[in-house]
């Protein structure tokens, strides 16, 4: 006759089990962080910023520079590479340039609590940029970017020339964020996550979540490569960027109505069809509570105006430089161009 199991045995045989597949998870991950890193490597300069090291492409002036320096701040997921792929290139020599990977994310270090926070990380580029010798600068903030764009211009107006805000998110919304945020960014359960299931998930969906960012744009076929967004997958990547999102709706919904504090040069720029971050609470917003900003509002266009709208967006570090440029008719310019390129948006996986 067979031994029937105690049932402590058969609690034992699955807490065995579970824990092997945990481990063969988490050693497939450290791989496969690796690999990532390995090819996308770094492509800054780390700095120690007070007890933690920001890591960041900086780009000296040509000297026939017409452009005051111009610092670059990425969104959600991303790191330098993504928006130095929209403006090293066309704004090369023309002025002197920061891309920074923001605390934890690409090669910077997260540094303190304080780093959860726009306000926190806002404080790291302002010493960053003191460090090396920037003392005022055009702020370009794309998507999360944003908020810290907008955290920067009301903490260091004295080291703000003007204000970029491209599809920025800097105002409560309804809702929250995705569930694997809140996952990640938790104690205990977070870390496991992090390090077992979250990277092999993440590479599942890359090319349909990246898609999804442009949508309905067509985005660029190798984008994905060019830029690294997969750095973003490594586990403590992964769980620095998760506790930046879960944080967000309580930090705008306490640090927005100082916006109107600010005082510098502000252009906003901003689409009708972003599926990522609500256009009409943020950049509307942005445009009323920062007077004399000037909002840029684009039919056709997604949550990737560096990309989409580049020459567009390089206008308005123009304008905000000074050099006024006519966005209103650009912007009009560029609706048939997007209507004919749209893509079908229920074809992108979700």
């Known amino acids: 006759m067979p031994i029937p199991l105690r049932p402590g045995l058969i609690v034992l045989a699955i807490v065995i089990f579970l824990a092997a597949l945990l481990l063969v998870l988490a050693a497939a991950t450290y791989v496969r962080a690796r690999m990532i890193e390995a090819a996308y490597p770094n492509t ?72 959860d926070f726009p306000d926190g990380q806002a404080r790291a580029i302002a010493r960053l940029m003191e460090l090396k010798g920037i003392d005022r600068a055009i702020i370009v903030g794309h998507s999360f970017g944003g908020a810290i764009t907008a955290s920067f211009g009301v903490l260091f107006p004295d080291k703000t020339a003007g204000l970029l805000f491209l599809a920025a ?13 809140h996952l990640a960014s938790t104690p205990i359960i977070g870390p496991i996550f992090c390090h077992t299931l979250a990277l092999h998930a993440g590479m599942a969906r890359l ?15 190798t984008y994905a490569n060019d830029t690294g967004p997969a750095l973003v997958l490594r586990p403590s990547t992964f769980r620095a960027n998760a506790t930046d999102v879960a944080n967000l ?94 893509i079908d948006q229920g074809a992108v996986q979700r």
């Open 207 to 221: 090319d349909a979540a990246t898609s999804h960012v442009f949508a309905p744009n067509a985005r660029s076929q």
């Open 44 to 115: 800054g300069t780390l700095t120690d910023v007070g007890g933690y090291r920001l890591n960041a492409l900086h780009v000296p002036a040509g000297p026939n520079a017409d452009l005051p320096p111009i610092v670059f701040i990425h969104g959600a997921s991303g790191n330098l590479r993504d928006q130095a792929g929209a403006f090293l290139a066309p704004l090369q020599g023309r002025a002197e340039m920061l891309f920074v990977d923001r605390p934890g994310h690409g090669y910077s270090e997260r540094g303190g609590p304080e780093n």
């Open 169 to 181: 998110a800097t105002h409560p919304w309804p809702g929250g964020v995705d569930w694997y945020y």
């Open 249 to 342: 709706l309580g930090y705008v919904t306490r640090f927005a109505p100082h916006y109107s504090e600010i005082h510098k040069p502000t252009v906003v720029i901003t689409g009708d069809s972003d599926e990522i971050v609500l256009e009409e609470i943020h950049s509307r917003g942005l445009a009323r509570d920062i007077k004399g900003s000037e909002l840029v509002w684009i039919k056709g266009l997604g949550h990737k105006p560096d990309y989409i709208a580049t020459d567009l967006a390089i206008a308005a570090i123009e304008t905000l430089a000074g050099r006024p440029q006519d966005l209103q008719a650009m912007a009009r310019a560029l609706e048939p161009t997007l209507a004919a390129n749209s």
